[in-house]
C-alpha cells in the first residue's frame, strides 16, 4: 500500500499537473519534490517488500499466509471487475468516474 503511495507522489505532478498546480499554488519548475521524495520511498518500500519476501524470519511463507495473500490481491480484482462490467452494462464508464480527483 505504501509503494503505491509513494508511486503516486511521483507521477501526480506529471499525470494530473493541473492539480498539483493548483495544490502549490504555482507553476512546476523542474523535479518536484514530492517526486524525489516518492521515488526515494518507493525504493525504501520495494527493499522492505522483498526483504519481507525474501527473509523466511519475516515473510509469508506459511499456507496460511500465502492464502491470505492471494485473497486480499484477487478478491478486490473480481470485485472491481464485476462491478465494472454491471455499469458498463448500465452505460456508466467507471473509468471516467474516477479520472479525477477526488473521484466524485
Known amino acids: 500500500m505504501w509503494f503505491l503511495a ?10 494530473r499537473r493541473d492539480a498539483y498546480e493548483s495544490a502549490t499554488g504555482g507553476k512546476r ?21 522483498y526483504n ?7 515473510g509469508p511463507f506459511q499456507a496460511s499466509a500465502q492464502a491470505l495473500v492471494v485473497v486480499v490481491i484477487l478478491v478486490p480484482v473480481a470485485i472491481y471487475s464485476l462491478s465494472y462490467l454491471y455499469h458498463k452494462r448500465r452505460g ?8 479525477q480527483i477526488p473521484p466524485e
Do not use: T, W
Open 6 to 15: 509513494a508511486v503516486s507522489a511521483v507521477l501526480i505532478p506529471f499525470r
Open 92 to 99: 456508466v464508464d467507471l473509468r471516467l468516474a474516477h479520472s
Open 29 to 49: 519548475k523542474g523535479i518536484p519534490m514530492v517526486s524525489v521524495l516518492g521515488a526515494v520511498g518507493a525504493a525504501l518500500f520495494a527493499y522492505l517488500g
Open 52 to 58: 519481507s519476501v525474501s527473509n523466511p524470519a519475516v
